[in-house]
């Protein structure tokens, strides 16, 4: 009888464990989930195994968390901005982003260092604006 009880808790625990890690816990660590209706939206999920994310194809509903709508959005969220199949933590940088890098189209634009402080993000209200940092402003 104490051993039915104890398999019960521990399958119990188990279960309710991993789904409140897929649901709660770190997005990036859980497997893609379409949900459960059968849209045709896609997506991409982080593959924590690799450091990359992959395209997979949502069901527009439902899911978790490791969903999201661009690459971009995927890797600024599980791999702190890195490339793809880039683990953050083996980059080593000889200047810190944010040190000497700057926005000059954008001076107001909030530096944020990514994979690892080697790579500068530019956030200007709320908007990304790396892309427009090193190009001219047309007049």
Known sequence: ???????????VTTTFAGYWTSKRGDP???FPDPGPCR???PRYYFDSSDFSCKKF???????NRNNYRTLKDCL???????????NPDQIRCIVGACTIQTCPNFPKAKCVPRC????SQFIFRGRDVTSQC????TI
């Not at 009888?1 to 399958?11: E, K, Q, S």
């Not at 690892?116 to 790579?119: E, K, M, R, V």
Request: aromatic residues 10%; charged residues 10%.
């Open 76 to 86: 600024d969220t599980c791999n702190d901005g890195c490339s793809n199949g880039i």
């Open 116 to 119: 690892n402080s080697c790579f």
């Open 57 to 63: 194809t949502y069901g527009c509903c439902g899911g």
């Open 134 to 137: 090193n190009t001219r402003k």
């Open 28 to 30: 990036c660590l859980s």
């Open 39 to 41: 849209g045709s939206c």
């Open 1 to 11: 009888m104490l051993y039915n009880i104890f398999l019960i808790t521990t399958v």
